[in-house]
């Protein structure tokens, strides 16, 4: 069959569009339109015509035009962008309207009136990293521009766009012509300090020097140095904003600020956002975009500072692809601290739109929800959220006193009433309820009070704590909900993809369990040590017990205090034949412990979250192997045999037992027990068929005793147990 023609030509293409037209749109609509039509009467089309170009399709905010030549579309796309900031000089800034714009040569599709393909692909794809203002220019294009326009482009990396495989040299025309020199910005900075402004100097200077604006290229983060893959969607972290206070007590206030954006970008679906625990370490350092970006795996890094005095209050904000050093979009806000909040959901908004995203409706509705418009109730929570962080029994309870005293100043805040829930959780799965001057059961009932009262101020933390003390509690099915629901409110909680790790593992399920962590360790690179914890137990539950060896050793080699890892670690140590290994840990986690404290060791244990019937087995392979760690060294395997042999039915059983928590290192002892199921005690013959069946296929020389016994009434269920398993594993 002959191929249908399709008509191609070679063509620029200039795609722009209006940064932020929806919020435009919202807070004017009528003057919004009225201006974009008299911009385009009076600025575009004169030059559209003159420059030869014609519109292919408008897009509401945006527009896809045509020209014979490169040289054409970019004198036309600068005296756009000259034209549109002269005509709004007087128009105040929050009012203005401000394209981006793209250009690119390319081979496009002819269809009708139409143009398709990767040509009009690139153009858009330009548009949208293109800095408000600005003009970019794919290499293809700035290959013909050569000494044919006066004016400079600077080269600004390779970008790597959607849906197109190969990287796409840009430039970034300089629309002043110039750049502004460090030797003036110093005269003009002597001459300030020189007049004794030094008032002004930290009020003025010192946000303009953060912002460095004579350097809009900082050095681009490469790719390839990256210490993480970079997600398939836009990804940002968002570092703690700096203090220009000069006053410590102000720190919560602006960490606070930091803080919520991060919480409500995570919000949104089409956005990938770092934990917090991974961006608060650069606080109080001189940051390094490049660096931030390389050590996470993010293209965009948003910084700020923030000055509060009394009531007042300066933000600065700037949002930067690290890829190519560009600044995407830059504001400062001056006004009452007390709008603080609508100056933060502003942020979201237009980094939302600067990072060419849609917020769904349900998106716009749950930022902010759950949060709180009380500064002083912020700080609280903030104060004690800090200190739920740092996982220990004496800071989680000082978390309490702080969040109490957040519900106290704002009744309504849900998020403080969740994070009560996850404090009093810990007090009694952790077994960290005495610094909370409680019992276990009544740390349980007080979480499960604040829990009801952040279930009337619906959150996705709120989720998050419900999906943990369901899980506590052996409730599965309530806790698949609840973390299915945080998911879809928060899809970048770190917290919720561990909540529904846990449930998955405890459910019988720990591939998936894994999968979900590992998406947690990557939304935050920097996870506390119980992210290593429900990962090495996904591992033991999945049989990997070398590599779940590695996770414990590796996490608790780099936190000596993260004793919760020792238990689990000793027991895989055990199924391993480390048993010194394991021995030791027992000890470090019970210091000074006698031997009768130690072999108590797998009751006293547990972990903070009950096994549903599917997932029994992994714990009870996890009590057998804290078993073999408590056992005395002397106590092995040729001497379990020997008791097979002799003592008191008690004393036999307990050797028959006792093979078979050391798995498959007791298949030395098959032929014994095959020898115990003739013996007429019943209990000791129980004893030794579930010791067959733990040792697996190294008993299959048992499988004709085992079926000899499968039609007891006592014994026949257990016994063809057994057989499922040696034959199955």
């Excluded at 529904?500 to 369990?513: E, F, H, L, V, Y």
Aim: aromatic share 6%; charged share 25%; with cysteine.
């Amino acid at each position: 069959m002959a191929t249908a023609w399709v008509e191609r030509r070679l063509a620029a293409i200039l795609a722009a569009d209006v940064v932020g037209y929806s919020h435009l749109v919202e807070q004017d609509e009528a003057g919004t339109l009225s201006a974009l039509k008299d911009l385009r009467c009076e600025v575009i089309d004169p030059l559209l015509a003159a420059h030869h170009g014609r519109i292919v399709k408008l897009m509401g905010d945006g527009a896809i035009a045509e020209f014979g030549s490169v040289v054409d579309a970019v004198a036309c796309a600068v005296g756009v962008q000259k034209g549109v900031a002269e005509r709004q000089a007087n128009v105040p800034a929050e009012h203005r309207i401000v394209f981006r714009i793209g250009i690119n040569l390319g081979d496009v599709v002819v269809e009708g009136e139409d143009l398709l393909g990767d040509g009009v692909n690139v153009a858009a794809r330009l548009e949208q990293l293109c800095e408000p203002g600005g003009v970019l220019v794919s290499g293809t294009a700035y290959d013909q521009l050569q000494g044919k326009l006066d004016l400079i482009l600077d080269f600004v990396g390779e970008q790597r766009v959607k849906n197109i495989s190969r990287p796409v040299r840009t430039y970034r025309v300089r629309l002043d012509g110039s750049r502004p020199s460090l030797r003036l910005h110093a005269r003009r900075f002597r001459r300030w300090v020189t007049a004794g402004a030094a008032a002004l100097v930290l009020l003025v200077i010192g946000p303009i020097l953060w912002l460095r604006p004579w350097d809009p290229r900082l050095e681009p983060a490469s790719v390839e140095r990256m210490a993480l893959p970079l997600p398939d969607k836009p990804s940002i972290a968002v570092l703690p904003f700096a203090n220009l206070s000069g006053d410590p007590e102000q720190e919560y206030f602006v960490d606070g600020m930091t803080e919520d954006l991060i919480t409500d970008l995570s919000k949104v679906a089409g956005l990938f956002v770092v934990a917090r625990n991974s961006v608060f370490p650069f606080k109080g350092r001189s940051v390094n975009v490049r660096e931030v970006a390389e050590k996470l795996g993010v293209r965009y890094v948003l910084e700020g500072s923030v000055r509060r005095a009394g009531d007042q209050v300066r933000v600065n904000a700037q949002l930067i692809d690290a890829t190519t050093g560009g600044h995407l979009w830059a504001e400062r806000h001056d006004g009452s601290a007390k709008d603080i909040f609508a100056v933060q959901d502003k942020f979201v908004q237009i980094i939302v739109q600067a990072l060419a995203l849609n917020l769904s409706k349900d998106e716009q509705e749950e930022i902010g929800r759950g949060q709180t418009k009380s500064i002083a109730a912020r700080e609280a929570f903030q104060r004690g959220w800090e200190r739920y962080l740092r996982f220990t029994p004496a800071e989680n309870a000082r978390a309490a006193s702080e969040l109490k005293t957040a519900t106290a100043l704002d009744p309504n805040y849900g998020r403080a009433y969740a994070a009560l829930a996850l404090v009093y959780f810990r007090g009694c799965a952790w077994q960290w309820s005495e610094p909370l001057g409680m019992t276990a059961s009544q740390a349980s009932e007080t979480a499960d009070l604040y829990l009801r009262e952040a279930k009337s101020r619906p959150s996705s933390l709120a989720s998050v704590a419900a999906a943990h003390l369901n899980l506590y509690a052996g409730r599965h099915d309530d806790a698949f909900a609840d973390a299915a629901r945080a998911l879809a409110l928060d899809p970048n909680d770190p917290e919720a993809h561990l909540g529904m790790a846990w449930a998955m593992i405890t459910t019988g399920k720990p591939q998936a369990g894994l999968e979900f962590i590992e998406t947690a360790m990557r939304l935050n690179p920097n996870y506390p040590s119980h992210y290593a914890l429900a990962r090495g137990m996904a591992l033991f539950a999945k049989g990997d017990l070398d590599e779940a060896a590695r996770v414990f050793a590796r996490a608790l080699q780099a936190d000596p205090h993260a004793i919760e890892l020792a238990p689990p670690l000793a027991a895989t140590y055990a199924h391993l034949g480390r048993r010194r290994e394991a021995r030791e840990l027992l000890l470090m986690w019970k210091p000074g412990a006698r031997q009768p404290e130690l072999e108590y060791s797998p009751v006293s244990y547990r972990l903070p979250y009950r096994w549903s019937a599917a997932g029994a087995e992994t714990g009870e392979r996890l009590f057998d192997g804290l078993s073999v760690a408590a056992l005395p060294m002397e106590v092995t395997v040729p001497n379990l045999v020997t008791a097979l042999g002799q003592g008191t039915v008690f004393e036999r059983a307990w050797a028959a037992r006792t093979l078979g928590q050391f798995g498959a290192h007791a298949a030395e002892a098959v032929p014994a027990l095959i020898r115990v199921l003739a013996d007429g005690k019943p209990a000791v013959r129980w004893q030794a068929i579930i010791a067959l069946k733990k040792i697996g296929p190294a008993a299959r020389t048992a499988l004709p005793a085992l079926a000899a016994v499968q039609d007891d009434d006592l014994l026949g269920s257990d016994a063809r147990d057994a057989v499922k398993e040696i034959e199955n594993r």
